[in-house]
């Protein structure tokens, strides 16, 4: 009888701790995918190699072999880009244009591995042939190197299931928007391609479901979601046409919502690594998918931010910060106008004349990797250390303003309360809650963001039919990068992206606007005239647009993308990264794009400003500043 109890004991203390009975190891399904992941780098190499083997510019051929090489490729993709992220992006699938990584130093990487070899054989270049067997070889190179690390590299059964998560969203914020395949628009074709090989990954899972009964209804519905998405994928391969929003809504939702249950109840553990996205949310898409810590610098300890937020909310109001008493962080970001100033140019604090550039809104202005329209600055920190030294902003100093402010005796109690150490106001103190209640002005409950999580009665067809153009034969969403609609590329949002657009100096100039940009952060002749890829998100309320501030509607907006930017008004730059040609867009389409954008208005909970500021002796705050 006590061996009996003692039995019971034990299950009942297993099912009360949620350890399995069934045992797997953790990293079995990874051992046992392994080869398939080497044997698809050997198919997707020998396919190259028969490009290598061509004699003449034989496109058809060309391309046949380019397609197989390009689909076994994608079968691995997730793999590649979770374990060697910038070999991915740097030489076997970077982007058509020029890529500036201040932490590699100053080199600039050129456009190279497949979309530059799909450019080349898509467009027929029959005189660079050479300049094609170049590419390949090099690519070749590259993933032979890979597979060689890739049989001894460590992989776990949890992280493989969190880059199947990543790579659905990388298919929703990528793939599906013509980020890659480019040229051929094969972007459906291929993404279908990608979730068989997620699916593949997926099948070896089968030993946790037949040995544990409690994974096996999550593991039969994802199995029976791959199979009917992949059939969607099949049916409706045309780029222009395709539903991608409904797609997300109906499968990628589901998938990810799927994959997170059957991931914890396997008890397989979740990985540490310090990412963007937090992948133990069933909500792919949400706010709370996305980790803000990622995007400054990154606090382990966030005991303190809300109150560091509070004390951030009233110094970004507190005109005592510039120099003269008369302009605080508001003046230019006035949440009544979507935190811009309504302004063509901003104002600068003599609050006479124009600055050379429009004021960006600062919502979602966290979800993003570079800052201001050149992205000379890296964190959120910086950005205020940049705005209150500058001359023609806030024109005053850190030391300055830590003066003032410990002339007040509220302001000093603030500071200790909000930091723990007892520190009291410093120059990082000032920056970094200013920077924490900035990363409380995100606004993801908008009527996109509703329908996205299912509530179909939020958007009309137009807006619906707007977003699919928008990703799609638009080619918006290549740029600005659903969900968050700026240029931070998905899924690490390690990176911003910049453009060169051609932006007249005036409305009707056949002559760029004379400001550098990104170049003269760079010094790349490549960024000449390229800036930062700002979110759509508001963008309803944020007029006007452009970095000049040119165009005072959505509708300009769109119509100038629509006619292919500044090359295609006239405007002779050679480096423009927008193509050239027009959109071939009709009235209803260019209508429907900006009830999209419309549908992403939401500043809900983040208009607010205080009652009143900490009182400071002696400085005085100059009439109409707050």
Not at 142 to 154: A, C, H, I, N, P
Not at 402 to 413: A, D, F, G, P, T
Not at 496 to 522: M, Q
Not at 554 to 572: P, Q
Request: charged share 25%; net charge neutral.
């Amino acid at each position: 009888m006590r061996f009996w109890i003692f039995i019971l004991s034990i299950v009942c203390f297993i099912a009360s701790t949620g350890v399995s009975l069934y045992k797997t190891s953790p990293n079995e399904v990874s051992e046992r995918y392994r080869p398939y992941l080497l044997e698809e780098i050997s198919k997707c190499n020998e396919q190259l190699s028969s490009i290598l083997k061509e004699k003449s510019f034989n496109q058809s051929k060309l391309k046949k072999h380019f397609i197989s090489a390009r689909k076994h490729y994608k079968h691995i993709e997730f793999i590649l880009e979770y374990v060697s992220p910038k070999e991915a992006k740097y030489y076997i699938n970077g982007p058509l244009v020029p890529k500036y990584d201040a932490d590699m130093g100053s080199e600039v990487f050129y456009p190279q591995g497949f979309q530059k070899i799909e450019e080349i054989i898509y467009d027929g270049e029959v005189n660079q042939f050479q300049l094609l067997k170049d590419q390949v070889s090099s690519l070749k190179d590259q993933l032979s190197t890979l597979q060689d690390y890739y049989k001894d590299v460590e992989l776990n059964d949890g992280q493989l299931l969190e880059m199947m998560q990543l790579q659905l969203f990388r298919l929703a914020t990528m793939s599906f928007n013509g980020y890659d395949a480019t040229i051929s628009l094969d972007g459906i074709k291929e993404s279908e391609w990608s979730l068989e090989g997620v699916n593949k990954a997926f099948t070896f899972f089968n030993i946790y479901a037949e040995r544990d009964p409690s994974t096996l209804p999550m593991y039969q519905r994802c199995m029976a979601l791959f199979k009917s998405a992949s059939k969607q994928l099949i049916a409706n391969t045309d780029f222009n046409s395709f539903d991608r929003l409904g797609f997300i809504v109906k499968y990628i939702n589901p998938l990810n919502e799927n994959i997170v249950k059957f991931h914890n109840a396997a008890h397989l553990s979740w990985s540490r690594r310090k990412q963007a996205l937090n992948l133990n949310n069933i909500s792919l898409f949400s706010r709370k998918n996305f980790n803000l810590q990622h995007f400054s610098i990154y606090y382990d300890d966030t005991l303190f931010n809300a109150k560091q937020a509070a004390l951030g909310k009233l110094l970004f109001f507190d005109p005592r910060l510039s120099g003269g008493n008369n302009m605080s962080c508001a003046t230019c970001h006035n949440p009544e106008k979507g935190f811009t100033d309504g302004r063509n140019l901003t104002v600068t604090t003599g609050l006479i004349r124009d600055n050379t550039r429009n004021t960006p809104s600062l919502l979602d202005v966290a979800f993003q990797k570079a800052f201001f329209y050149d992205g000379r600055a890296y964190q959120l920190e910086q950005q205020v250390f940049d705005v209150v030294h500058n001359k023609n902003e806030m024109h005053s100093t850190l030391d300055e303003a830590i003066s003032k402010l410990n002339k007040s005796v509220e302001y000093r109690m603030l500071f200790d309360k909000a930091f723990e150490d007892k520190s009291g106001i410093t120059a990082y103190n000032i920056q970094k809650a200013i920077s924490e209640y900035e990363k409380t002005l995100v606004t993801f409950n908008s009527a996109f963001d509703k329908y996205v999580q299912g509530d179909l009665t939020r958007l009309s067809k137009e807006a619906v039919d707007g977003y699919n153009l928008f990703a799609g034969k638009a080619l918006c969403g290549s740029c600005h990068f659903f969900p968050v609609f700026n240029g931070a590329v998905p899924p690490f949002y390690n990176d911003s992206e910049f453009e060169v657009l051609g932006v007249p100096a005036y409305v009707g100039a056949k002559v760029v606007d004379p400001d550098k940009g990104r170049f003269n952060v760079t010094g790349v002749k490549e960024f000449m005239y390229a800036f930062k890829t700002p979110t759509v998100r508001n963008s309803a309320i944020t007029a006007p647009y452009m970095h000049n501030g040119i165009y005072n509607t959505l509708e300009e907006v769109v119509d100038f993308y629509h006619k292919g930017g500044g090359a295609g008004l006239g405007i002779a730059i050679e480096n423009q990264t927008l193509p050239f040609d027009s959109l071939d867009l009709n009235a209803y389409e260019k209508k429907a794009i900006v009830s999209f954008l419309k549908s992403l208005t939401d500043t809900s909970g983040v208009v607010s400003k205080p009652q009143r500021l900490p009182e400071i002796i002696d400085v005085v705050i100059k009439s109409g500043a707050y």
